[in-house]
Nanobody, 116 residues
Framework: QVQLLEAGGGLVQPGGSLSLSCATN????????MGWFRQFPGRERDLVAR???????EYGDFVEDRFTLFGDNARDMVFLQMRRLGPEDTAVYYC??????????WGQGAQVTVDS
């Protein structure tokens, strides 16, 4: 079964930077987008950034040019660079691969903690 393999995250001081990466361990058909969502306790997952099948990138409203998503659609890989992180960015970040048709795929989640 194809899975999403995440790497990165961890603890960073306010104002610092972190990177997240995600790749599949096999071929995925009908890919619509691939990117990252984040989730706060008791809340639904919110879009951080995703790369569409045409290569365009969509960002969540809160990003404000602090985050950059780039990747390789042909190889099903995405990389998220996060800068100027603040405590409000502390969350679990999930890699997501959306398919049409088909159910979305999710990674296991990566904890990002911004704390001095």
């Amino acid at each position: 079964q194809v899975q999403l393999l995440e790497a990165g995250g961890g603890l960073v001081q306010p104002g610092g930077s972190l990177s997240l990466s995600c790749a599949t361990n096999g071929r995925v058909d009908s890919k619509y987008s691939m990117g990252w969502f984040r989730q706060f306790p008791g809340r639904e997952r919110d879009l951080v950034a995703r790369m569409m099948s045409d290569g365009s990138v969509e960002y969540g409203d809160f990003v404000e040019d602090r985050f950059t998503l780039f990747g390789d659609n042909a190889r099903d890989m995405v990389f998220l660079q996060m800068r100027r992180l603040g405590p409000e960015d502390t969350a679990v970040y999930y890699c997501a691969l959306e398919r049409i048709p088909g159910a979305p795929m999710w990674g296991q989640g990566a904890q990002v903690t911004v704390d001095s």
